[in-house]
């Protein structure tokens, strides 16, 4: 059976660093951090927690340019999908015809619907008055599709629609899911990506799960600290991210400008734990994805990790990494220092970021990582000044509540 | 509550619920053809008007009366409708 070559052709992105992926990418290089103190602006919502740290949108997309028919089915992720999307489309050049066509399909993720949606919902549905009664479209704003139904009903896009809703997994799934489709025939283009809106609710629960860091409340751009002998967990972020999947057919025919080629992708589940995944599960899935793109271990130039910063977490990644790349000197680094943990957004927005690494030959380091801990297997990080590399084959590495793992392979394309 | 306090109203809700320009709303005017609202505006419409005049409309006689809306005059008429049939307490109205 025929399988198409996958390329990637465009992204867009909302981050903490700002709207579009100039800033953000911007913000990385120079090594810059976005995390910030929320204590006085959300402190009375985090419910008696330690975390007072957030990385926020520095600036929010202006929804009023969404006609109303749209917006008014949009919470605040929903939005910032939207524009991601949008300006990914827009990146890629991809025609106004194609965008119509039912050879154009989304996969795009969040971690829930619009948390602020449902607060809204329950303010009205815990009220006894007659008069409390909901918008008609606040479901559609809550259900947990509500980013790739969205994005597709107000770009009008008419191919298949998946949404994934496997919180910090979710974005690489859902690349995951495009690459697949793609591969197979079944679609030409594919928009996937993921977004996460800010909420209490959200910083409550990771604080609570113990997952939060709250050691650097006076000192937020110090945390999260991946990898780090003194990191105390991670730090949630908002954003979107989201990126044109493309067969090289379709690509080549109108001449799209190529950042990448997408050759390996698996994901698979740990059951042996709700929080965290187990080495064992992060190999398996690395060796599934590299076995997927066909490529031995020395052939990946560069490893974009999940590192969230979380003691645990941290620990199976650097291990499994340790198992399959032993013996091979393999540059690593997470970017969650800088972003923090933009959750269903993360993996769209570091595999946009590395694709840049991989464009540029630059390499940029793990924010906060200061001493290694040497608690984990030791791996070549990236040094704090930046790597210059050739980069021709990167993994994107992610993983989320539930056990899930998730990890890309994307290499620079050659005809 | 005379005639032209309720199409006062009503225009109220079209320019603030539905982000409608005044100029484009007349008595005349379609709702769903002119002022390009749809199903999920109706139902919109129906919680903002319960719960400004605080009268519930129901499931069965109110929904034929809903769906054979057609103008902006046509809803402000059943309204009148609701006001003069006592189901509606004018002192209590949100306005």
């Known amino acids: 059976m025929k399988q198409n070559r996958v390329l990637i052709t465009g992204y867009g992105a909302v981050s903490p660093f700002g709207i579009g992926t100039d800033k953000m990418l911007a913000g990385l290089f120079s090594g810059r ?5 929320i204590k006085e602006e959300l402190g009375g919502k985090l419910a008696n927690g330690n975390c007072f740290v957030a990385a926020p949108l520095s600036e929010t997309p202006d929804a009023s340019q969404i006609p109303r028919k749209y917006r008014r089915n949009m919470g605040p992720l929903a939005e910032y999908a939207y ?6 489309l827009v990146h890629a050049a991809v025609p106004k015809e194609k965008i119509g066509s039912a050879e154009l399909g989304v996969a795009f993720s969040s971690s829930l619907g619009s948390a602020a949606a449902l607060e809204e919902v329950f303010k009205v549905y815990l009220d006894d008055s007659p008069q409390a009664i ?12 509500t980013c790739s139904a969205n994005v597709a009903h107000a770009l009008g896009i008419r191919g298949v629609n998946y949404s994934v809703n496997s919180t910090c997994a979710s974005s690489t799934q859902a690349i995951g899911i495009g690459y697949e489709q793609l591969k197979h025939g ?34 937020p751009t110090q945390t999260p600290r991946p990898f780090d002998s003194k990191r105390d967990g991670t730090v949630c972020g908002a954003g979107a991210g989201a990126l044109i999947l493309e067969t090289e057919e379709s690509a080549c025919q109108r001449g799209a400008k190529i950042f990448g080629e997408i050759v390996g992708y698996y ?8 929080a965290q995944s187990s080495k064992e599960s992060i190999v398996l899935c690395l060796r599934g994805a ?22 645990a977490g941290d620990i199976s990644e650097a291990a499994a990494i340790a198992e399959v790349f032993a013996g091979l000197q393999v540059p690593v680094s997470s970017l969650k220092g800088h972003m923090g943990h933009t959750l269903a957004a993360s993996g769209a927005l570091e595999t946009i970021a590395s694709l840049e690494m991989m464009r540029s030959g630059r ?24 790597l210059v590399k050739k980069v021709n084959h990167f993994i994107k590495n992610s993983f989320a509540f539930g056990g899930i793992n998730a990890v890309l392979i994307v290499k620079e394309y050659t005809k | 509550m005379n005639q032209e306090k309720i199409y006062e109203f009503v225009v109220g809700i079209f320019v603030e619920l539905f982000e409608l320009d005044v100029k484009n709303i007349r008595p005349d005017a379609t709702i769903f053809d002119e002022l390009g609202l749809d199903s999920l505006d109706m139902v919109d419409l129906v ?14 006689d109110d929904e034929e009366k809903l769906r054979a809306i057609r103008t902006i005059k046509d809803l402000c008429l059943l309204i009148e409708e609701k006001i003069k049939s006592g189901e509606v307490d004018i002192s209590k109205i949100k306005i």
């Open chain 2, 47 to 60: 919680i903002e008007m319960q719960s400004k005049f605080g009268f519930k409309i129901g499931r069965m």
């Open chain 1, 33 to 37: 951090s976005c995390v910030v103190n």
């Open chain 1, 186 to 219: 079944r679609q030409e283009i594919m928009i996937c990506g993921g977004s996460e809106e800010m909420h209490p609710m959200v910083v409550s629960i990771f604080d609570l799960l113990q997952a939060a860091s709250w050691k650097y409340n006076d000192h």
């Open chain 1, 363 to 386: 390499l940029i380091p793990t924010l906060n990582l200061e001493i290694p801990d040497p608690e984990l297997p030791a791996l070549f990080h990236v040094p704090a000044a930046g």
């Open chain 1, 290 to 311: 590299l076995d997927d793109a066909g490529v031995e271990p020395k052939q990946i130039d560069y490893i974009n990790a999940h590192a969230t910063a979380t003691v």
């Open chain 1, 267 to 274: 994901s698979n589940l740990d059951p042996t734990s709700m």
């Open chain 1, 134 to 145: 909901p918008q008609a479209t606040s479901f559609f704003k809550i259900m947990s599709h």
């Open chain 1, 83 to 88: 524009r991601a999307a949008a300006d990914a």
